[in-house]
């Protein structure tokens, strides 16, 4: 079947600008998690949607980040005021959080955002 | 200690041998571990998870968990040119909502034909 989703591929955006990056899970997946991967850094936890359950924010760098997740499905992960340091491969994951592979997640190609 | 360490190689292998790529973790991980894939320019393919001490086998791959001693490693048998990419391991994490996954920062492994 259909794997993870995110568009754009590539985006470049000058510094202040905002920019949002979207994810279209795997059907049937109910729990969908924003990573990022900086050049040389490990894989670093932004946020995660579980169901109809509050997110978990505790990932987000600061407040110029936010994302939402619309109707159990699609995400948008949205960056004002973009800095320098955003400058990363933004990945999300999607995972089925219930029988044998309830844990596992599986990943999208990524956005890669370059920040000018 | 960091939650989940890797040393960062590069591990070169010739071809046909075994490829080992370990993984330590500390106390604030719960026992939930993956090993991804993640070829240059690519984004991570899970391999394999264990959630149980011991092995587990899927084809190549073999997945090896051992809470006491708090590692957890993978072994490729007949490693081939193909697997040269960065492993992951990850752990899933124990607070919070325990929905992310926290990685190390990967072994690069070269398989040398």
């Known amino acids: 079947g259909a794997g993870v989703s995110q568009s754009p591929s590539n985006k470049v955006t000058e510094k202040g600008k905002d920019v949002e990056l979207r994810c279209d899970p795997i059907s049937g997946h109910t729990a969908l998690y924003w990573y990022r991967q900086s050049l040389g850094q490990g894989l670093e936890f932004l946020i995660y949607?579980?169901?109809?359950?509050?997110?978990?924010k505790s990932g987000l760098p600061s407040d110029r980040f936010s994302a939402e997740r619309t109707g159990g499905s699609v995400s948008t992960l949205t960056i004002q005021r973009t800095q320098q340091e955003d400058s990363a491969v933004y990945l999300c994951?999607?995972?089925?959080?219930?029988?044998?592979?309830?844990?596992?997640?599986?990943f999208g190609p990524g956005t890669r955002l370059t920040v000018t | 200690q960091k939650e989940v360490e890797q040393n960062s190689g590069p591990l070169s292998v010739p071809e046909g041998a075994i490829a080992s790529l370990n993984c330590t973790y500390s106390?604030?991980?719960?026992?939930?571990f993956f090993w991804y894939r993640q070829y240059s320019g690519k984004s991570p393919e899970l391999i394999m998870s264990i959630y149980s001490n011991g092995d587990k086998e899927d084809g190549r791959f073999t997945a090896q968990l051992n809470k006491a001693s708090q590692y957890v490693s993978l072994l490729i048998r007949d490693s081939q040119p193909s697997d040269s990419a960065t492993y992951l391991c990850?752990?899933?994490?124990?607070?919070?909502?325990?929905?992310?996954?926290?990685f190390g920062k990967g072994t690069k492994l070269s398989v040398k034909p």
């Open positions: 994951a999607s995972s089925p959080r219930a029988g044998t592979s309830i844990y596992e997640q599986y």
């Open positions: 106390d604030r991980v719960s026992q939930s």
């Open positions: 949607f579980q169901g109809n359950s509050a997110p978990d």
């Open positions: 990850a752990a899933l994490n124990y607070g919070g909502s325990q929905g992310n996954l926290i």
